[in-house]
């Protein structure tokens, strides 16, 4: 029935222009607004079926976990979809606007605002999830408005990748903070790589190789209040710091195509660059045999803080769930420590809950163990609708900055006059 | 037809324009057109455009055939350091695809005879027939040829699904069984046929459906051609509807489903995409090789004026 | 638009005795028996979401209002008012103006050019050649873009390679703000005239033999009948193909998106992209008021293109 309406309202939108239907008196249609309650879920075994949607790999390993789910609850039936990464927040989206929604969902930390200021999830049951079980950083990107709306279900955090055999060359230490990173960045170019960190120009995601360096100095993108807190002075410094590499000719300003940083960083032309845990499989097929010898990670450099970001993937239950009972155990049962721990041997997906790095290759591998340490200290952007948009502002902002030649300041002012005319959204 | 008033401006002969060759006459010569050196420049620059233009396509080729660590080598390779057979052994391996070819076969050709069918119709109607509204119909659809496809695509999406279309075949299919591209290349194509020939046909009494289907249909050969390649190429490829159509696994279509393990979240895997582009792209070259037979000059045209 | 429909016009009328009525409303409803199917088709699947989506551009529509679309206000024309001070806007409507006035005339001659040659009786590898032609229209567009990357990368480019024999130092192509564009022209040429010469080919098989070998008659060299026998005959395919590069061109987004991503610094954005940002951010009323903004401007360039190619009679 509710589809029924809905099919109506693009069709007969005529009707609100005359009739002059519109939002709710705060404005806000029925999307957010106050704290949602949270519905708790009963006690027991799961019944019935529970439609997952979950991406890529993800998406195509996930019967693993749903098996076992299965064995433990003979009564329930989890049925996966696999969904291509590249269109999924367009599949989302179209599914909620036509009320075809599934139960559950992988979403990109990244567009939990938008599809939770829609009203279309459901509130974390604070009864089954134990919030303190997860990472903090990772916790904050299902929060919207000062509710939960879903499980961070793996993590990704961003650690400086270089090539140890050239520093050693140049006689420099692993970077601790700003100045020993540019040092860094200058000892490898010494040391023959053509640009000694590779820092994003701009273009799509450049917030996310900057906004650690701001964090670190004590920046923020918004207040306690949630009003956008940009142009401080101390985002001017980041800004100023990030740019420095690309007029020191360290960096280079030209986007990096796909491959070149992989291959630049096997081959020594790229000393250093600031990347996920994935790049550790990428770099390490490109470098060949004995190649994890000729290079390291370092936890991100301190200022006031050793902030990095925190990314990743958070599983949703929807509001229009046909089994919400069944979903969120589903979802409680994958961020049980040890299943964590058998999804990270499965697909390589880091665990969101901090248990599940305390034993196990997590915590016995250095360079995975460091990318847990770094998970004590990321931040995620705030999980507001218009976030995608306010990050394009800021790309467009660094790259005016690096590549353009303006001024930072007037870019960090510019930064926040055009987050402000965008808002919150909501 | 337009009368070529201006052919008969006197203009020097090319140099092969007044050898005509002895018995049998080959198809140039017939059609009047280079021979000996003028040929030879044609080949020529054809050539050089060839390699311009295929070198990308070998280039994907040769690609399904590399590792990922090689695919992303800069600057990049050409010949394979190692080839194997490795991707589309991960894709066959993955993949349902009989189920997925199967849904792309059924919607593009589907998609193809309902635009070959009901674009012609139309076309035919707005060139041949004269009826009020006519030419609000014509400019009706020449602009929704021009309505950015982003634009409408979640009202549509609404619309299927309220119509309970979602995961079916009709939901794949019917927004796409008649376009307004394929109403404007019958019509173009259609108006170049000789009115006389038409009126001649009514005046033995033929039917309108009957002239259309026994008349200008076999002369519309290269026309459908086209049309049914270009459809087909569209339809095939098609991504974003059917992964939004397509409510479970078994709805997807070949696109959609190879683009599921080729790329990640923060990183691609370019060999399983090139693997993938070749695999989606064969039937379409099959395709072409087998209609672009039909652009050869519709014999029954030339008798006529 | 209007003149080249007129003078489509059947070859009865005006001719003969004025029809009775009866007649003429039974050929009236054989050609709407004709459009039927079409019709019903466009009404439920085109029309509607059309409509829909137009209406939605006068609404504050965004993506939080998914689940309740109802829900929102009109706000009459504020969204194209706000397209008059969107500074990314205008510099997005300079580069697609930028874009389709060099690139269509570019596509077309190459195209017609293949076609013309490809038809020019060659027999040998006749069929090679045509599918050689057509094949960068269907190879992947990320393989387009490593091999197109590597053309015009700049220090060890084949482009710039070139560049250097003749003594020319060749720009860094794609890192440009002046030379982006260019390039991504050039490219959109190269992965578009398959498209069209398929179109030409069929359009070239229309011409009578017959007006060939009469020109050639009368002494008509080889350009001289490109120019006055296939040109003028060509010309409703002509008018087609233009009108579809057109419409392809003026909603030009695939090269910059895996090119450039629309720089640097917005140098290579077009509208379409802006578009596709905007509804990314979920900016649905805006996104969708900027459509129908580009959709006149693409009306504005058909009309403009049947004028200039409309049948001389």
């Keep these: 029935m509710r589809a029924l309406t809905r099919g109506a309202v693009l069709l007969l939108a005529s009707g609100l222009v005359v009739a002059g239907c519109g939002r709710e008196e705060n404005g806000e249609g029925t999307g957010g607004g106050a704290e949602a309650e949270a519905e708790s879920v009963a006690e027991g075994e799961a019944t019935g079926t529970v439609e997952v949607w979950a991406m890529g790999a993800e998406g195509e390993n996930l019967d693993v976990l749903a098996e076992d789910f299965m064995a433990e609850n003979p009564e329930a039936e989890v049925r996966v979809t696999p969904v291509p990464w590249e269109a999924a927040h367009d599949k989302i989206a179209t599914a909620i606007a036509a009320g075809e929604v599934p139960d559950v969902s992988l979403v990109g930390t990244t567009w939990m605002g938008e599809f939770a200021a829609t009203d279309a999830l459901d509130p974390t049951p604070t009864d089954l999830i134990d919030e303190d079980a997860f990472f903090d950083g990772a916790w904050d990107t299902t929060v919207y408005d000062g509710t939960s709306y879903g499980v961070p279900w793996y993590v990704e955090t961003r650690l400086v990748f270089y090539r140890s055999d050239l520093a050693e060359q140049a006689g420099v230490e692993e970077p601790t903070d700003w100045d020993s990173l540019k040092a860094l960045a200058t000892g490898l170019q010494e040391a023959g790589a053509r640009w000694g960190l590779n820092l994003q120009p701009g273009a799509t995601g450049a917030w996310q190789t900057f906004m650690p360096f701001a964090w670190q100095n004590g920046a923020a993108i918004v207040d306690d209040e949630g009003n956008y807190a940009l142009d401080s002075p101390e985002m001017v410094e980041a800004l100023e710091y990030y740019a420095s590499y690309f007029e020191e000719g360290l960096a280079s300003t030209a986007l990096a195509q796909p491959g070149e940083l992989e291959s630049g960083f096997a081959g020594g032309s790229i000393g250093a660059f600031v990347s996920g845990p994935w790049h550790v499989t990428l770099v390490e097929e490109q470098g060949g045999e004995g190649f994890e010898e000729q290079y390291t990670l370092a936890h991100m450099p301190e200022q006031e803080t050793a902030t990095s970001f925190v990314g990743g993937g958070d599983l949703v239950v929807f509001r229009d769930a046909e089994n919400r009972e069944a979903a969120w155990k589903f979802v409680e049962y994958v961020s049980r420590p040890e299943v964590q721990q058998k999804w990270y041997e499965t697909v390589s997906a880091l665990p969101s809950v901090e248990s599940a790095w305390e034993s196990g290759e997590l915590a016995d591998d250095p360079k995975l163990a460091l990318f847990g340490e770094q998970l004590q200290d990321a931040q995620s952007p705030p999980a507001v609708p218009t976030w995608e948009q306010v990050a394009a502002v800021i790309d467009a902002q660094i790259e005016a900055v690096v590549v353009g030649g303006a001024d930072p300041a007037a870019a960090v002012a510019e930064m926040q006059a055009q987050a402000e005319s965008i808002g919150t959204g909501g | 037809m337009t009368a070529p008033t201006h052919a008969t401006t006197p203009g020097p002969a090319g140099p092969g324009g007044a050898v005509q060759p002895a018995a049998p006459p080959s198809a140039a010569a017939r059609r009047g057109r280079p021979e000996g050196r003028d040929r030879a420049w044609v080949y020529v620059a054809l050539t050089v455009g060839l390699v311009l233009l295929v070198g990308p396509f070998v280039w994907m080729l040769l690609g399904s055939v590399k590792t990922d660590a090689e695919l992303r080598q800069v600057p990049p390779t050409w010949l394979p350091e190692q080839a194997s057979l490795d991707n589309y052994r991960v894709l066959f391996e993955r993949l349902d695809f009989a189920t997925y070819f199967t849904n792309s076969v059924v919607v593009a050709a589907t998609v193809t005879v309902g635009n070959l069918v009901f674009c012609s119709m139309l076309g035919y109607a707005l060139t041949k027939l004269d009826f009020p509204g006519r030419r609000a119909l014509f400019v009706l659809v020449l602009g929704m040829l021009m309505v950015p496809g982003m634009v409408i695509f979640v009202p549509l999406f609404v619309i299927v699904s309220n119509m309970g279309l979602t995961n079916t075949y009709p939901g794949l299919i019917l927004p796409y069984l008649a376009g307004p591209f394929g109403v404007f290349l019958m019509r173009q194509f259609i108006s170049g046929i000789p009115d006389e020939l038409i009126d001649a046909a009514r005046v033995d009494g033929a039917g309108e459906w009957r002239i259309f289907s026994r008349v200008v249909m076999p002369l519309c050969g290269p026309a459908l051609a086209t049309l049914a390649i270009l459809t087909f190429l569209a339809s095939w490829n098609n991504f974003l509807w059917p992964l939004v159509v397509a409510q479970t696994e078994d709805m997807y279509t070949l696109p959609v489903a190879l683009a599921l393990y080729a790329v990640g979240q923060n990183a691609t895997r370019y060999g399983l995409l090139m693997a993938g582009s070749v695999v989606v792209v064969l039937p379409i070259i099959a395709l072409f090789l087998l209609l672009q037979r039909y652009f050869v000059r519709g014999i029954t045209m030339t008798g006529i004026k | ?313």
Excluded: C, K
């Design chain 3, 1 to 313: 638009m209007a003149t080249a429909v007129a003078t489509r016009r059947p070859a009865n009328r005006g001719r003969r005795t004025p029809e009775p009525r009866a007649i003429r409303r039974r050929r009236a409803l054989v050609a709407w028996g004709f459009a039927l199917p079409f019709m019903v088709l466009f009404l439920v699947f085109m029309a509607g979401p059309v409509l829909g989506s137009f209406l939605m551009s006068f609404t504050d529509l965004r993506s939080s209002d998914l689940r309740t679309p109802l829900a929102v206000e009109p706000v009459g024309l504020d969204n194209y008012a706000r397209l008059l001070s969107d500074e990314l806007f205008h510099q997005a409507a300079f580069n697609t103006a930028y874009f389709v006035l060099v690139g269509i005339p570019l596509t077309m001659a190459l195209a017609l050019a293949a076609a013309v040659g490809l038809n020019s009786g060659i027999r040998r590898f006749n069929t090679f050649f045509r599918v050689g032609y057509y094949l960068p229209v269907v190879t992947s567009i990320v393989a387009v873009a490593v091999v197109w990357r590597f053309l015009l990368q700049p220090d060890y480019g084949v482009v710039n390679t070139v560049l250097g024999w003749v003594g020319i130092d060749g720009p860094d192509w794609l890192s440009s703000t002046t030379w982006a564009m260019p390039s991504l022209i050039v490219m959109a040429a190269w992965r578009n005239m398959g498209y069209l010469m398929v179109i030409f080919l069929a359009g070239l098989q229309t011409i009578p033999e017959h007006l060939y070998e009469a020109a050639e008659l009368d002494g008509a060299g080889s350009w001289a009948r490109f120019r006055h026998v296939t040109v003028p005959l060509l010309r409703p395919t002509l008018l087609f193909g233009a009108v579809i590069t057109g419409i392809g061109y003026l909603q030009f987004f695939e090269e910059p998106f895996v090119m450039t991503q629309g720089g640097p610094l917005n140098s290579t954005l077009s509208v379409s992209y802006h578009i596709y940002n905007q509804f990314g951010f979920g900016n649905y009323s805006y996104a969708a008021a900027m459509g129908y903004v580009l959709f006149v401007a693409v009306v504005a360039l058909t009309a403009v293109q049947f004028r200039l190619l409309r049948p001389q009679t």
